[in-house]
């Protein structure tokens, strides 16, 4: 997921967009690993959609649509949408059968849907490259009727014990956006040929925004961590629920 003109700096912004457009024809096999734990939250989700009463589902910042296929191979008769700025990567989704209608164009800070309009929106690994995730999950939560899901970083989560311990404690004073400035050369984010611009982003950074929409929250490690998942997972699925869940009934009746 591309940052947005309005939300990113011009030059990150044209790096971004230079890096999928360089990248969409083996973008799936640089993010093979990536996926893996995004496969992993994909299946929670879709094991979930039932109980969960969902009928329709927007994903934002699809990449390449993998997500959007794996939950169609499972759910085929469920409204679905994704959105992603990167011409090239919608182009690759629509070769692998996605329509121009399930894969478009949209900017995840500014949906272009209206309030309620899917009873989940979703995201996998988006948030991380974009430069106000905070604002693109306030959007999720305007468009979400029923549920949240995010699948993300949890930059507090990633490196060795004492990394860890020394980020979480920057953290807990209040000096992280500084260390985060100093450690970026004042950019703000970093640049890497696996994963292209990515900004520094923990999902529990967006917890208080969320449980204050939603009636309860859930979490699932989808790398390997400890009990406590801010300290020790990498990687965290986050699944916000607005309003109390409803019995739903099978999906393969259409």
């Not at 164009?105 to 929106?121: H, R």
């Not at 050369?185 to 900004?199: P, Q, R, V, W």
């Not at 923990?202 to 998942?229: E, M, R, W």
């Amino acid at each position: 997921m591309s940052p947005d003109d309005k939300g990113g700096s011009k030059d990150a912004v044209q790096t971004q967009r230079a890096y999928y457009a360089g990248t969409a024809d083996r973008y799936d096999d640089m993010h093979a690993s990536e996926h893996e734990g995004g496969k992993l939250a994909v299946s929670f989700l879709a094991s979930a959609v039932g109980y969960l009463g969902i009928r329709s589902i927007l994903d934002v910042g699809s990449g390449t649509g993998s997500a959007l296929l794996r939950v169609r191979d499972v759910l085929p008769n469920l409204a679905m949408v994704g959105i992603e700025p990167s011409p090239e990567l919608r182009a690759v989704g629509h070769s692998k059968g996605l329509s121009e209608a399930e894969l478009i164009d949209g900017d995840a800070m500014n949906l272009p849907f209206g309030d309620g309009s899917f009873d989940l929106v979703c995201e996998f690994g988006a948030l991380h490259h974009i430069p106000d995730p905070s604002k693109a999950v306030s959007e999720m939560l305007r468009v979400a009727r029923r549920v949240i899901v995010i699948s993300d970083c949890n930059n507090f989560g990633q490196g060795s014990g004492f990394a860890r311990l020394l980020k979480q404690s920057i953290h807990a004073v209040g000096l992280w956006p500084l260390a985060d400035f100093i450690k970026t050369m004042g950019k703000g984010y970093t640049i890497s040929e696996g994963d292209g611009l990515a900004y520094s982003y923990s999902v529990f950074k967006d917890y208080k925004q969320i449980a204050k929409s939603c009636k309860s929250v859930h979490f699932l490690n989808t790398t390997d961590g400890g009990p406590n998942l801010y300290r020790t997972a990498s990687h965290v699925t986050l699944l916000g629920v607005k309003h109390p869940i409803a019995p739903a009934g099978s999906f393969g009746r259409g």
